[in-house]
Each structure stands twice: as C-alpha cells, then as structure tokens.
C-alpha cells in the first residue's frame, strides 16, 4: 500500500471551510484514497473515498489533484463536533485489499 | 439498524487472565477485521476474516486466537493477558474487500491488564 504523509495537527474556525491535506506520491493507478476520522476515541468513521475524480458527500468533499499524489478533504462548514483525528488512507489492491492501514492523521481542531 | 456492536465497552484483566471481546454485525457482510490502538498511535490489524470458518492473522496476531463460525459473529480471545495488550480494541467489517468499498467500525472495547 502507498504511504501517506498528514500534517501532525490543525485549527480551524467554526462556520469556517477545514482544509486537510495529505500527500501519498507513490500511489499507484488503481489504488483508492480513503478518509476516516475518529472523535475521542470512538470507533473510526468513513468519510469519503474516490480514484481519481473529485467526490462529494453530505459529509465532505474531496479533491485529488490531477497526477494523484495529493488530495485534500474540504469540510465546507466546521462545526465543534467536527473536532477529531482525520486519517487519509491509500486502499491497496490485490492480495493486501483487506487491509487499511491507519497512521497518526490529523488532529482537528475547531474553534468556537 | 445496529450496524457493528462490541462488548464489552471496558474491561480490567489481571496478568494471565483470558477473556473474550466479542463482536457481531447485522448487516450480513463476509469481511470482518480486528484492530488494535494504542494511546497516541493508528490502528494495527490483529487478525481479518473473509467468511465463515476462515481467518488470517494481520500484523500483530500474537497472544490472540479469533473464530468465525457464523457471518455475523467474530469474537477475539486473549489467553493469557499482558499489560502490553492494554489496548483499545476495535472491530470492522465490510461486504467486500475491493478497493471500492467502506468498513464500518463499531464502538471500540477498552482493554486494560494490570
């Protein structure tokens, strides 16, 4: 699976737009890229995940860039409870599909 | 619709006690995933399962054994326990394991050995 790299932390005001970037240069062409976030501890939840083209959802958006090292998810309008650790995943293909593989993500932070 | 549901929520196990976290889902879904979290860190797969009477181990099945024998159920057992699996321990299933396709994690059992 390709690795993915996330800022260690960030804020974001509340009504505000929060941008989360995440870098995975070594995707490869038919790997998907995941987010999760996961509020204090409680069980991870899915967010949204696309291939190559931009998706939305009732929760987020998601921009790839054209050569698909990056994405950033774009929730348009944060609110506290968004406040949580937000993992960018790459979803492998062929024999190690099963597997997603979590890192540290990124602790969001929104401000009242 | 209950989705994945774990029990217990928390639980105190002393050095070299076993207990079984148990783990079951209504959404009829073949794949099923326990995963472990320590303090500070991302998720690590203990052991995965595609079916019924099929499992494999992740990356860090020792000190675990896991059985399918129904879709709906996939309970985790610690023989012995160590403080070293003082964990948070999470559950997941899903109804494939294409790259197209979402997991649903329950609530998460926290475990701590003393």
């Known amino acids: 699976d390709a690795k993915t790299t996330q800022p260690t932390s960030m804020d974001c005001a509340e009504g505000r737009a929060a941008n989360l970037p995440c870098n995975h240069s070594?995707?490869?062409?038919?790997?998907?890229v995941y987010w999760y976030r996961q509020i204090h501890s409680q069980g991870p939840q899915y967010i949204i995940h696309?291939?190559?083209n931009n998706e939305t959802n009732e929760m987020a958006s998601l921009i790839i860039t054209e050569d698909r090292k990056s994405s950033t998810l774009i929730l348009p309008h944060a609110t506290l409870r968004d406040t949580a650790v937000y993992y960018c995943?790459?979803?492998?293909?062929?024999?190690?599909?099963?597997?997603?593989?979590f890192g540290k993500g990124t602790l969001l932070t929104v401000n009242p | 619709n209950a989705g994945v549901t774990q029990t217990p929520k928390f639980r105190i196990l002393k050095i070299g006690q076993s207990m079984t976290l148990q783990c079951t889902q209504d959404?009829?879904?073949?794949?099923m995933y326990w995963y472990r979290q320590d303090p500070g860190m991302g998720l690590k797969l203990i052991y995965y399962?595609?079916?019924?009477?099929?499992?494999d181990k992740g990356e860090v099945p020792n000190g675990y054994n896991v059985s399918r024998s129904t879709t709906e159920d996939f309970p985790l057992r610690l023989e012995l326990a160590a403080p070293s699996q003082t964990s948070v321990y999470f559950c997941?299933?899903?109804?494939?394991?294409?790259?197209?396709?979402?997991?649903?994690f329950g609530q998460g059992t926290r475990l701590t050995v003393v």
């Open positions: 959404m009829n879904h073949n794949y």
């Open positions: 696309g291939l190559k």
């Open positions: 399962s595609v079916g019924a009477g099929i499992t």
């Open positions: 997941a299933s899903s109804y494939r394991v294409t790259p197209n396709t979402e997991a649903f």
């Open positions: 995943i790459v979803r492998g293909s062929g024999g190690s599909n099963y597997k997603l593989t």
């Open positions: 070594t995707i490869s062409g038919n790997e998907y």
